[in-house]
Structures are given as C-alpha cells and as structure tokens.
C-alpha cells in the first residue's frame, strides 16, 4: 500500500500542479552556502542532514589560530563547492526564466532535486528566484533532516522508498544536470546512464556533467571504453560543461531538438492557468450521491 501511495500521489499532485515534464539537478547535499565570505561554510553531517560534522572536520575559518592539514584542505574544498553552488543556482534561474516563456497550459522542464541542502538547495532556490515553480523529492532518512526552504510548497514530496523516489526522478525528467558531489550523486547518475545506455527510457535525455575537472579526476571515462566496459559511443550519452552558460545552451540544445521542434505549430499557446487543475471529485461531484433522510 505505501508503495502504491508513492506513486499516485506525486502523479495526482504533478496532474493539479500541470507539471509536464522536469529538469534534474543532482549534486552534493554536504556543503551548506557562503553567501560571501570562506568563514560562512560548513560541513555538514550527513547527506541530507541538518547536524553539522565534528568541529575537527569543519573548514578552517579566516583568521583560526590553529589549524590542521584537515581544516585546510576542507576549507579549500569549501570554496571550490561554493562556486558549483553558485553556478547551480544561476543556471536554475537560467533554465526557469527560459522555460516559463513557452507556450502551453503546462509547466514545462520544471527545476527538480532531491529537495535537501546544498546543491538541491541552490537548484530550488535558482528558480524560485525566478519566480518559478520548483520540486523538491525528498527521502526520509534515518537522521534528522529537513527539506530547503525554495521548494514549491505543493510540490514538495516525501518518499520512504528510495526506489519510488528515483522513479519519479527518471519519469519526467527530459534533461539531467549533474555537479560534483558523492555517493549518492554517484548513484543517481549512473543509473539513469544505464536506463539511457540500455534504452529503457521512452524519450531522449540530455545529460550534462558538471565540473569537468572534478568529475575527470575521479573517473576515467576514456579507460571504460577502451577497455570494453562500454561502447565508445556511450560517451556520447552526456556531455562535459564548466560554466552555467555553457551548460544552458547545452540544455536548451537538447531539449528543443528532443522535445520542442515540431510542438508549437499544434499546441494551444493559452497560458498557463493561475489555479491548480481541478480534481476528478471537482469535476464530477461526489462519488457516492445523497440519498434523502
């Protein structure tokens, strides 16, 4: 039953909220932002939690009298994940500014994560920022945790099951941004990978890895292919971007040559309504009718 309740639930709320398809952001949930300096920054817990790490595994702050090679290299660290931060939120805000111009009574490649802190955050928060709907899928975890605060409050969704959540990751995304980040995102990624590279999807999905050098320090995507773990043309299947700019032309790319050409010449360009649809019980009145007393 709970299973079957995470399934049509977020279908009956995507249904309300004329939510067609999305536009995935993953990336790390560890780093919480700077707003503009390196002392702001720190580690947190767990993925998705909101306890922060030990003190001897935060980032050394400016001006710390003693620190350790640890604190040094976080602190580093912290700076580098700051600007993926930041390159997430603009490239958010890029993508919902662009998607809200189009035609169509449905919203269209709407921002979507894993609805915790960090680069889910700085997803989220991009397009809230411009003045878009935004989805967050959260999980529940067995530490404290608690959803960011820019997601679209009617779609801000929980799930228990991990599996069900990535299902509605890969059901209506047309498009993937991946950032630099860890276990999780490394999951994530690879799996819809291998439902692209398997052809188990039932559309085209642009994919953009982020951080080229982050990412190309960590795997050698070359050697998998030249060994015969997978098909050159499975390098093919996304695409290496730096900046949020290149990135947004890459998706847009992608997405119109996918999903838009051809679309317009038979849509209705009304615009998308200010109310939520209405429910199948709005529509057709009760299902049991009144009988007289």
Known sequence: MRIMAEYYQPQSIFRRERIQDTVVFFGSA?????????????????????QAAPPEEQPAKQGEAETSEL????????????????????????????????????????????GGPGIMEAANRGAWEAGGKTIGLNIKLPFEQMPNRYITPALNLNFHYFFMRKYWFA?????????????????????????AQTHKLAKPITVV??????????????ML???????????????????PEEAFKLLVDGLT?????????????????????????????????????
């Open 257 to 293: 040559k996918n999903h838009l050409d051809g679309e317009f010449g038979v849509r209705n360009e009304e615009p998308i309504p200010d109310e939520p649809a209405p429910s199948a019980q709005e529509l057709l009145g009760p299902d049991i009718a009144k009988t007289r007393s």
């Open 30 to 50: 560890r780093f919480r932002s700077m707003s503009d300096a390196c002392e702001g920054m720190e580690l947190l817990e767990n993925t998705g939690s909101v």
């Open 209 to 222: 890895v982020y951080g080229s050098k982050y990412w190309k320090d960590l795997i050698n995507f070359e």
């Open 171 to 195: 059901y209506l995304a047309k498009a993937l941004v991946v950032f630099p980040g860890g276990f999780g995102t490394f999951d994530e990624m690879f799996e819809l990978l291998t439902l």
């Open 225 to 243: 292919a030249d060994k015969g773990a997978i098909s050159p043309k499975d390098l093919e299947l996304f695409q290496f971007a730096d900046t």
């Open 71 to 114: 604190k040094r290299k976080r602190a580093e660290a912290a700076v580098e994940m700051a600007h993926y931060y930041e390159g997430a939120r603009k490239l958010a805000t890029m993508m919902t500014e662009w998607s809200m111009k189009l035609p169509g009574r449905r919203h269209r490649f709407v921002i979507t994560s894993g």
